[in-house]
């Protein structure tokens, strides 16, 4: 049951930034003579945001649901996404693979 769906567009600075990174890195440079990484522009949100954007259309538009749980997968199961998951609908648990040894509620156990 589709809800909502966003369209995501990388920063063509950041991209450039990180291709050059890499060539940089690839040739030993000191990290003094390469390029500082730019500050994100918020024209173009990243995918955790947009993730978190969708889940909060949902919460205001379908308030009456109760959610359980969230499930992420590794490309969303960074801490800070992982937290306002959390947050945004009261504690619920958001599993993902953040970590090995993440506990599982069911029911009461």
Known sequence: M????????????????????KA????????AQRLPKPTPNPAYPTQ????????ADFQANHSDMRVHC????ALYGTA????AASALYGGVQV???????????????
């Open 2 to 21: 589709p809800v909502g769906f966003v369209f995501y567009q990388p920063d063509q600075a950041l991209s450039a930034w990180y291709r050059q990174e």
């Open 24 to 31: 940089r890195k690839k040739q030993k440079a000191p990290k």
């Open 48 to 55: 955790p945001q947009l993730a978190l954007r969708l889940l």
């Open 70 to 73: 969230i499930a992420a997968d």
């Open 80 to 83: 800070p996404f992982v937290d």
């Open 95 to 109: 599993l993902s693979q953040i970590c090995s040894t993440q506990n599982i509620r069911m029911g009461k156990r």
